[in-house]
């Protein structure tokens, strides 16, 4: 989050960010309540002052053996003003942090500005698009033709955006997750096996609550609120929730498989064939905590080893870096690795590689010690290392040959036992 303190004396740089991003929020509320703060902190002090002043009197008084009854009422107005000024400044104070949590994360310098994806940056291309002899078919119509994907049963055993993967299918994504976390440990990531629900104090580290409620899936009917988990970044990043790391076991570097969970309730419409888009999907992740003057360093890193699973698959893609408008709510700077899907001739999202800055380590209370003693938060990033579900998507799209079969990667060979389906 911003901390309510940077937000008070950084007010006009807040502002222009808010318009960066393309916001709706209003500073106005904000600047009213922060008066009001500074209007009772002036007064409550001038009253505590004279509360001081009168306490002296009252002490003069009865060492001469005075009359201390008005006095002693003036004493206890002003104490009673100053209880009501307190209450006042806690409901202020929670207003401001309440707000605060609601406030995006400032944008680095180096985005480029606009409104949406269409101002975001191509960085590069890695490896070039097939050439099919054949119309190549999505896969949608590859997977029903396999029996791998079954669509139909998906829905009826649980609803829109759910489906059965079977098979080979199953053998592949199996494959994947096994690959992917392989190669991240490999890389120095160790790996975590968390929680798949969380607790609301979880989603609020890493930035889902409040803002993204309506697109978590939550338990009702327990003490507290739990939360199926959208991303491994939200038990990943909160392992260190409220505690101070020391220097030395920076960085810190994890990774983790998991089932994740969204609503999808920003996206109506959007890829609702096949399985680009669903509400139950597995991924890998991988997560950093990092000192802030490693921070530009380590990303560019976490990208790498992104981009590192995708070329060994031997995925066309491309590194997109994200506008002001079209980066998520707690980015400070966010790559796209878009993988190429030739059935739909476009380029699709397979990872996002985010530096919060201190952006979470501020929600989480995640900080570090410094050889001088002090405690400063830490930067936290992450990326999906990688989307399951999309990369089956790009092999059988990418690999699929004219008489309806797909050829897989040889890096997959050995773990599958077969190098096609």
């Known amino acids: 989050m911003l901390t309510p303190k940077f937000v008070r004396e950084n007010l006009a740089a807040v502002e222009e960010n808010l318009g960066r991003r393309f916001s709706k929020i209003d500073l106005g509320e904000f600047r009213r309540q922060e008066a009001r703060r500074l209007e009772r902190l002036r007064e409550g002090e001038t009253l505590k002052a004279e509360r001081n002043t009168v306490s002296k009197e009252i002490g003069a008084l009865k060492a001469k053996g005075g009359d201390i009854a008005a006095v002693s ?19 202020v104070e929670a207003w401001v942090a309440d707000f605060c949590m609601r406030l995006p994360n400032m944008v680095d310098p180096a985005v480029p500005v606009g409104a949406d994806s269409a101002a975001n940056v191509e960085i590069r291309r890695v490896g070039e698009p097939r050439a099919f002899d054949f119309a190549p078919k999505d896969h949608h119509a590859l997977g029903e033709a396999l029996g791998i994907l079954d669509f139909e049963r998906g829905v009826k055993l649980a609803g829109a955006r759910f489906t059965v993967v079977s098979g080979a299918g199953a053998r592949l994504e199996r494959a994947l997750i096994n690959f992917f976390l392989d190669e991240n440990t490999s890389r120095g990531y160790r790996e975590v096996l968390p929680p798949f629900i969380n607790n609301a104090d979880s989603l609020r580290g890493t930035g889902q609550l409040p803002k993204f409620e309506e697109d978590m899936f939550k338990i009702e009917g327990h003490e507290g609120r739990y939360y199926l988990i959208s991303t491994a970044e939200i038990p990943l990043t909160n392992l260190h929730r409220d505690e101070i790391l020391p220097e030395a076991s920076l960085p810190v570097k994890l990774t983790a498989y998991t089932p994740c969970f969204r609503s999808e309730a920003g996206a109506a419409g959007r890829d609702t064939r096949g399985i680009i888009r669903q509400h139950q999907f597995n991924k890998v992740e991988i997560v950093k905590l990092v000192k802030p003057e490693e921070s530009e360093a380590e990303h560019l890193s976490l990208l790498a080893d992104s981009e590192h699973l995708l070329q060994v698959l031997g995925l066309p893609y491309r590194v997109m870096l994200l506008s002001s408008g079209d980066m998520g709510f707690g980015g400070r700077k966010c790559y796209d690795l878009e993988v190429w899907l030739p059935g739909q001739n476009r380029y699709v999202e397979i990872s996002s590689c985010t530096n919060f800055g201190d952006f979470q380590a501020n929600r989480a209370g995640i ?43 040889k890096a997959l060979h050995a773990r599958l036992g077969f190098d096609r389906i």
């Not at 002003?78 to 000024?85: C, F, P, Q």
């Not at 990369?391 to 309806?404: C, F, P, R, W, Y």
């Open 367 to 409: 900080r570090y010690k410094t050889a001088q003693g002090k405690n400063l938060p830490v930067h936290t990033l992450n990326s999906s290392a990688l989307a399951v579900g999309r990369t089956v998507v790009a092999l059988l799209e990418n690999g699929q040959q004219a008489d309806g079969s797909v050829l897989l990667p």
């Open 73 to 91: 009422a003036r004493m206890r107005e002003a104490g009673d003003r100053i209880k009501a000024i307190d209450n006042e400044l806690a409901e």
